[in-house]
Each structure stands twice: as C-alpha cells, then as structure tokens.
C-alpha cells in the first residue's frame, strides 16, 4: 500500500516536498515512480528512483526536482523546487517489484503564476 501526501497550493518559483509512505513491501527493494498527470493529459513519469539507487528524471523534472528515499521510514519523498504553473498535477508514487505494481491515491500540486 502507498500513501502519497504533501501536495498542496504554491506559487511559481516556490517549492513543495511529496512523500510516499510505503507499507507492506519496502522501499529499497523496488522500484519507486513518482508520476503525475494534469487534466487532459496522459499519465507522465517524473522521477524514478530503483532498489540500487540510481534515479531517472524526467526532462522537464531534471534540475528542479530530486528523488530520495528513507529505508528506515520506508518513505520516497519528491523535493519540487522553482515550480511552474505547468507543474500543476496529481501527483502519484508508484511501486514496481518482482511481484507488485502498486499506485498511491495521488495528492494535487497546484502552482500559481
């Protein structure tokens, strides 16, 4: 189960912290996805962080947004930071293993110009 949390309102060139709480597998022996998908548009990934570490950005994530993770809370967290108005979305984390594919609720980013 994932539990996706700290979305909320910002302005643009602000900064937001996502987490995902992550119970029944751990963090460190999967691959974790944050995902995010604004109205109309396609499910996009933004950052992936895999069960050795190694992270992947997203293009337009690539500079201003940074993966992590906490193998002892068992928690993947998205630091946004100099947010855009295009980075307002739903937000979801995404855990990818031997056996499980599993999707938080998703929480809503929202930035204002």
């Known amino acids: 189960q994932l539990q996706a949390s700290g979305g909320g309102l910002v302005q643009a060139g602000g900064s937001l912290r996502l987490s995902c709480a992550v119970s029944?597998?751990?963090?460190?022996?999967?691959?974790i996805n944050w995902y995010r998908q604004a109205p109309g548009n396609q499910r996009e990934l933004v950052a992936q962080i895999s069960s050795g570490g190694s992270t992947f950005y997203h293009g337009s994530a690539r500079g201003r947004f940074t993966i992590s993770r906490d193998n002892a809370k068992n928690t993947v967290s998205l630091q946004m930071s100099s947010l855009k108005p295009e980075d307002t979305a739903v937000y979801y984390c995404?855990?990818?293993?031997?056996?499980?594919?599993?999707w938080g609720q998703g929480t809503q980013v929202t930035v204002s110009s």
């Open positions: 995404n855990a990818v293993g031997r056996s499980i594919n599993a």
């Open positions: 029944g597998t751990t963090v460190g022996s999967n691959v």
